[in-house]
């Protein structure tokens, strides 16, 4: 498979981290929230989520299997 941002060959780690779009959105989400991006897969679906409420983590992980 491919990234569909990218056209690189797609996998969870590039999709969330190594893709350029990715870091991009992360910046992003630094710049509006202050929220530091998480450092893996197993950090933003773990502890990074923690700092959500239910409703917000709930949202996050929808589109985590949606980009699936």
């Given at each position: 498979m491919?990234?569909c941002l990218?056209?690189c060959t797609k996998?969870?780690?590039h999709?969330?981290?190594?893709c350029?779009?990715a870091?991009?959105?992360?910046?992003?989400v630094?710049?509006?929230?202050?929220?530091?991006p998480?450092s893996?897969?197993?950090?933003?679906l773990?502890s990074?989520?923690?700092?959500?409420?239910?409703?917000?983590?709930k949202?996050?992980?929808?589109?985590v299997v949606?980009l699936r």
């Amino acid at each position: 498979m491919k990234c569909c941002l990218c056209n690189c060959t797609k996998i969870i780690k590039h999709f969330f981290f190594g893709c350029q779009h990715a870091k991009t959105t992360w910046r992003t989400v630094y710049i509006a929230t202050g929220l530091t991006p998480p450092s893996s897969v197993s950090h933003m679906l773990g502890s990074w989520l923690s700092n959500f409420d239910f409703k917000r983590e709930k949202y996050i992980l929808v589109g985590v299997v949606a980009l699936r």
